[in-house]
Nanobody, 115 residues
Framework: VQLVESGGGLVQAGGSLTLSCAAS????????MAWYRQAPGKQRGLVAV???????NYIESAKGRFTISRDNAKNMLYLQMSSLKPEDTGVYYC??????????WGQGTQVTVSS
């Protein structure tokens, strides 16, 4: 089992980042996948979902600014983030979606948006 998130960093408000997630096939293949975020002092929550066939959904605050995508040939998941706001700050994780509570989480990637 492998989930390796990368691409986070420190960015000014209004900036952009693209996150990547390398997932093992047991988690990725044929499953809906998602990006989750744990903001400081808060529980981890859903940000965006992509079905195995590419249908996407976003939380309200991410609509129009974030784009989730996947490369099924490479078992890779991506999150393009633009017009970033300080409230987007947190640790971002990828994982499956809709299969119950995940048993395993990667280390996540830190996104910090300064005002």
């Amino acid at each position: 089992v492998q989930l390796v998130e990368s691409g986070g960093g420190l960015v000014q408000a209004g900036g952009s980042l693209t996150l990547s997630c390398a997932a093992s096939g047991s988690i990725f293949n044929g499953n809906d996948m998602a990006w989750y975020r744990q903001a400081p002092g808060k529980q981890r929550g859903l940000v965006a979902v992509i079905s195995s066939r590419g249908r996407t959904n976003y939380i309200e605050s991410a609509k129009g600014r974030f784009t989730i995508s996947r490369d099924n040939a490479k078992n890779m998941l991506y999150l393009q983030m633009s017009s970033l706001k300080p409230e987007d700050t947190g640790v971002y994780y990828c994982n499956h979606f809709g299969l119950g509570k995940p048993d395993y989480w990667g280390q996540g990637t830190q996104v910090t948006v300064s005002s």
